[in-house]
């Protein structure tokens, strides 16, 4: 996802805005966050369910329009019987096939990741990041703010999580441009610089409400996770 040099590029950004600042910043790269099993079965399951019911409701209009149902003899009822049974079998066929045949496609990586829902992309990114930010917070005390910038290069979304108290003394200002930042940077093929970018705009937050007193702790690494 990143080369060498785009990783010492992050490194040395970290590097220089905490040698600011009291705070840390954490940076996270995933390549993608979930294989989202359930999205290729939901939508086997929703086609195999709503495409059949129409062709059968097809296929009885035309029979209705053919007069079968308005001249009831035995030959005709033993003929409607036998249409329904081949009917329902039918039926049943193709909603199995249909199934299959959908599940198989939606489960090729490119075609899943652009039938996956952009909010259940949303609701995943988001969670993996509060999963890192808990995991990161954990090193630390309450009175050590700290700020997480993650990104998922697959679902192409970016998450920006910040410790209650600086989150409190700058607000979402300052985090939407370095979302933005980090956006634009994979949007151009180059996602260190948009790290990079983000970094510098945390680091000024940080250091304005929390400047330095010393040399920096370094609880978290100063270089980017990539998972």
């Known amino acids: 996802m990143l080369n060498d040099e785009g990783r010492a590029r992050i490194t040395r950004a970290i590097e220089t805005a905490e ?96 039938m996956t829902p952009g909010i259940l992309k949303s609701h995943r990114v988001r969670k993996a990041a509060r999963h890192h930010f808990v995991a990161a917070g954990a090193r630390l005390s309450d009175a050590e703010p700290h700020i997480l910038i993650f990104a998922a290069m697959k679902e192409r979304r970016v998450e920006l999580v910040a410790h209650e108290a600086i989150h409190r003394a700058v607000g979402d200002r300052v985090w939407q441009q370095a979302v933005a930042a980090v956006t634009a940077g994979m949007k151009s093929g180059d996602p260190a610089a948009g790290f990079v970018r983000a970094i510098e705009i945390c680091g000024a937050a940080l250091a304005a409400h929390y400047p330095a007193a010393g040399a920096p702790a370094n609880r978290l690494p100063n270089t980017i996770l990539e998972t």
């Open 19 to 114: 040698a600011k600042t009291a705070g840390e910043i954490f940076c996270v790269l995933a390549e993608e966050v979930s294989a989202y099993r359930e999205v290729p079965l939901a939508w086997g399951a929703g086609i195999g369910f709503a495409v059949p019911p129409l062709l059968m409701l097809l296929g009885l209009h035309r029979l209705a329009l053919a007069g079968i149902f308005t001249s009831w003899t035995d030959e005709s009822q033993r003929a409607m019987e036998g249409l329904i049974l081949r009917v329902l079998g039918t039926y049943g066929l193709v909603q199995a096939g249909l199934f299959v045949c959908v599940v198989l496609i939606v489960m090729l990586p490119g075609i899943r990741r652009a």
